[in-house]
């Protein structure tokens, strides 16, 4: 099954939400569910199903995200008080949609994991 990502619908405007960032290899909406005051999501346009699916050839791109991430935080006022970088992989780790995505979250004090 090639079904496109929720991200993809998103992205192509099938879906409306609002994209707070956009650059041509990544883009970053709010969560829809946030766990915390900031709750963000960061997506490479390139569709890749799992972190286990990455290749040698997606280092930058990752390196992209987790900038990209450093840029938000700071955008987002929480670059000194603390934020949390989390990518889930798989069932088990709560992934639900599967093309990868880093959640960006903080602008509160996190519980410990």
Avoid: C, W
Avoid at 13 to 35: K, L, M, R, W
Avoid at 68 to 78: H, M, S, Y
Wanted: proline fraction near 2%.
């Amino acid at each position: 099954m090639n079904s496109k990502s929720v991200f993809e619908l998103i992205l192509s405007g099938e879906i409306v939400s609002e994209i707070i960032y956009e650059d041509d290899e990544v883009f970053a909406i709010n969560d829809i569910n946030p766990v915390a005051r900031v709750h963000i999501l960061i997506i490479p346009k390139k569709k890749i199903a799992t972190i286990n699916d990455l290749e040698d050839s997606d280092v930058n791109l990752l390196g992209k995200m987790i900038i990209t991430a450093k840029k938000l935080a700071d955008k987002a006022g929480v670059q000194n008080t603390g934020y949390r970088l989390v990518f889930n992989t798989n069932e088990d780790a709560m992934q639900t949609i599967f093309h990868i995505h880093l959640h960006l979250i903080g602008g509160e004090k996190l519980k410990n994991i």
